[in-house]
């Protein structure tokens, strides 16, 4: 069992849909939880950066962790077609020293 | 400002041969990290540096593999004896502190035929 899990998808939503992404992890000495944006051929982009429990907003993305049930989640407002990409979520224990990953969520916005 | 900036953007190599790629972090990050992400596949952890600690080198697959990085700010990661499997986009990125969010650059795409 990989410590952090996340379905590949694809996912596909119609413009303006609201989208949620997950992943569950197995490891609770993780404290420190992130989601990057890939387009395709480019290196991963930082959306959200939280610590420990509990919800972030940054614009159209609301980042929700949820400690006692090992589970994160990333809800895109509104979508639009340039959102399609790979979500990969990451995370954290406090003194690690690497980051381990999601294996990423496919996903498209219909115009 | 400037963001994490890696060369060379690809890399074509034939097996048996040394690769280096470099990376240069964001000036005044203390943590730096290789990954290395094959086709439709996940980030994989190889070399993270903090500071003036010594490297977590957890993650490098075999001993083909080193990366060192000077006077605290730009690294190379070097590829002895390339193979075919080592075929992927290789990733840096780099944080404030061992607890800091990663910012990536756009990776160097290896390919060895």
């Known amino acids: 069992q990989k410590e952090v899990e996340q379905d590949p998808g694809p996912l596909s939503v119609p413009e303006g849909a609201i989208v949620s992404l997950n992943c569950t992890y197995s490891n609770s000495a993780f404290q420190y939880f992130m989601w990057y944006r890939q387009y395709s051929r480019k290196g991963p982009e930082l959306l959200m950066y939280?610590?420990?429990?509990g919800n972030k907003e940054d614009g159209r993305f609301t980042a929700q962790v949820d400690k006692s049930s090992k589970y994160i989640s990333l809800f895109i407002r509104d979508s639009q077609p340039s959102d399609s990409a790979t979500y990969l979520c990451?995370?954290?224990?406090?003194?690690?020293?690497?980051?381990?990953f999601g294996s990423g969520t496919q996903l498209t916005v219909l115009p | 400002g400037a963001g994490v900036s890696q060369s060379p953007s690809n890399k074509v190599t034939e097996k048996g041969k040394d690769v280096e790629l470099r990376c240069d972090p964001i000036?005044?990050?203390?943590?730096l990290y290789w990954y290395r992400q094959s086709l439709g596949q996940g980030l994989e952890f190889l070399i993270y540096?903090?500071?003036?600690?010594?490297?977590?080198k957890s993650g490098l697959p075999s001993d083909r593999f080193s990366a060192e990085r000077t006077g605290g700010s730009v690294s190379t990661l070097t590829i002895q004896r390339t193979q075919q499997e080592d075929s992927a986009v290789y990733l840096c990125?780099?944080?404030?502190?061992?607890?800091?969010?990663?910012?990536f650059g756009p990776g160097t795409r290896l390919l060895v035929l």
């Open positions: 990125a780099s944080s404030l502190a061992s607890r800091g969010a990663a910012y």
């Open positions: 540096f903090q500071g003036n600690s010594a490297p977590d």
């Open positions: 990451a995370m954290s224990e406090g003194s690690a020293r690497q980051l381990t």
């Open positions: 000036s005044g990050h203390t943590a």
């Open positions: 939280t610590y420990s429990s």
